[in-house]
């Protein structure tokens, strides 16, 4: 089975109601707002009873763009903010709604970004504690802010399971991570088929059980595309497979899609047949 370790059915609703995918796809959402959560608990469930071959795990966390885009917005970032957003990450995950607590993490990409570094320390460290006392997996975002990561190093190894989406650095930095005993797993979509030179040698040559695929649907599309999309998953399992071979990795497209679909299980701690889902949501 196809697997996307991270997508964002929110975002891709008014795709994917024209676009129905035709092969079973086990994927894990993403929410940072409980608007979205909802939309996308529904839409699992939906999914579960409709003919999409889809099963959605659904995840949520407060993304480490958040405070700014607030700010950006004329919203004040304030405590009540704050303690009412980590309140609803709390309930859903106490409350067993969530597959993975993300995705959270750190995003220094521009000075906007980097002057929320202070909250975005306090939402991590609220992220993990959860993620940690509910059992949960946790999904990470961390653009320029891999220096970041290795601090938390000593609490990550307390998590179930570290997932890295959209993994694009270093492959001695994967290395490093999995040196410490962090249960690290390693994301790869659409970048492998963009020429990103650190995200293609880490796909190539970290172990294959360590490796997920992933299209961040609708963001991150492939080149002469408008978005992303689980269609775009046969893709981008060929191009790791090529890379991997290329690098002395050998492999079959469908040893390695059944290598990929048992990281993922392993990594969201989801072992049920598929589909996932069959009863209504909790209101």
Not at 44 to 49: D, F, G, L, P
Not at 142 to 160: D, G, N, P, S
Not at 182 to 197: E, P
């Amino acid at each position: 089975m196809l697997t996307d370790a991270h997508c964002h059915p929110y975002d891709l609703n008014r795709i994917f109601t024209d676009s129905k995918c035709r092969f079973d796809v086990l994927a894990a959402s993403s929410a940072c707002e409980i608007n979205e959560f909802l939309f996308n608990e529904s839409f699992a469930h939906n999914a579960a009873a409709a003919d999409f071959n889809l099963s959605l795990l659904p995840c949520f966390g407060i993304h480490p763009q958040l405070p700014a885009l607030k700010i950006a917005d004329g919203i004040k970032f304030t405590d009540k903010l704050l303690d009412d957003l980590l309140f609803t990450l709390d309930d859903l995950a106490s409350s067993g709604r969530l597959s993975a607590v993300g995705e959270c993490g750190f995003d220094f990409y521009n000075n906007e970004l980097k002057q929320t570094e202070t909250l975005q320390d306090i939402l991590f460290k609220a992220h993990l504690e959860t993620a940690i006392f509910c059992g949960l997996p946790v999904v990470l975002h961390v653009r320029r802010a891999i220096h970041k990561i290795f601090t938390y190093v000593k609490i990550l190894k307390k998590c179930k399971s570290v997932i890295f989406h959209s993994w694009h650095g270093a492959l001695e930095e994967a290395q490093f991570l999995m040196r410490c005993g962090v249960n690290a797993y390693f994301s790869f979509g659409n970048i492998i088929t963009l020429n990103h030179k650190k995200a293609l040698r880490s796909c190539a040559l970290l172990p294959a059980e360590r490796l997920l695929t992933e299209t961040d649907a609708p963001y991150i599309p492939q080149r002469t595309k408008s978005f992303s999309h689980w269609a775009d998953l046969p893709l981008i399992l060929e191009e790791a497979v090529s890379l991997r071979c290329k690098a002395g990795n050998k492999t079959s497209l469908k040893d390695f899609e059944e290598q990929i679909e048992n990281n993922f299980r392993k990594a969201f701690a989801f072992y049920e047949s598929y589909p996932l889902l069959s009863a209504a949501p909790s209101s």
